[in-house]
């Protein structure tokens, strides 16, 4: 039999692929880049987690029985995607910046207290720390709008679905046609 088959919907396509997750965590993917379709020459490691849409209404009933329903239904897979060079290393660079931007948010944000302290007996210890946290502020939305350009510069979404009989697969969607080309060829689709 085959295992694509037990699927409910395989969700194959020329952007979007279905594979076992085993393959997805043990990098055993073909060798083309997934935003390119160029030969690849890294792995980017992502983890793609889905929850039953459900969940989401119990944070409105309870937070508690939000967190265990979340943390109780949540499938997820870790694995290297292949890309280019070029993406990798773009991919870095936004990734690096959020990071950075995070680090001055919380900078600025515990700078307010000493300031403050500091300042305590000035007249212009409000506007200090007004400025000091609108800083954090800035940076937080600089850090949100990197992050969102890491993922679009890689374009590739995933998600993790189970089949009835709890085999797990890895869906990812926006992948260039020869990934996909090239890994139904190695599934022997």
């Known amino acids: 039999m085959n295992p694509a088959s037990a699927l409910p919907n395989p969700g194959w396509g020329e952007d979007t692929v279905t594979i076992p997750a085993v393959y997805f965590e043990e990098g055993r993917l073909p060798g083309i880049c997934v935003v390119t379709g160029a030969p690849a020459t890294s792995n980017l490691r992502r983890r793609f987690s889905t929850t039953p849409g459900w969940v989401g209404c119990l944070f409105f009933v309870n937070w508690l029985a939000w967190l265990i329903a ?7 897979a870790s694995g290297g995607l292949p890309v280019c060079t070029a993406v990798a290393e773009r991919v870095r660079r936004l990734h690096v910046a959020s990071l950075q931007l995070v680090g001055l948010a919380v900078g600025a944000w515990v700078a307010t207290v000493p300031v403050g302290i500091s300042l305590a007996s000035l007249p212009v210890v409000v506007p200090s720390c007004l400025a000091l946290a609108g800083v954090g502020l800035l940076a937080l939305v600089g850090a949100a ?11 590739v979404r995933g998600r993790v679905v189970q089949d009835g009989f709890g085999q797990r697969w890895v869906q990812l969607r926006g992948v260039h046609p020869a990934f996909s080309r090239a890994l139904a060829i190695r599934l022997g689709r």
Do not use: H, I, N, P
């Open 70 to 76: 979340l943390a109780a239904t949540r499938r997820s």
């Open 145 to 155: 709008v990197a992050s969102s350009r890491e993922a679009a510069t890689l374009g």
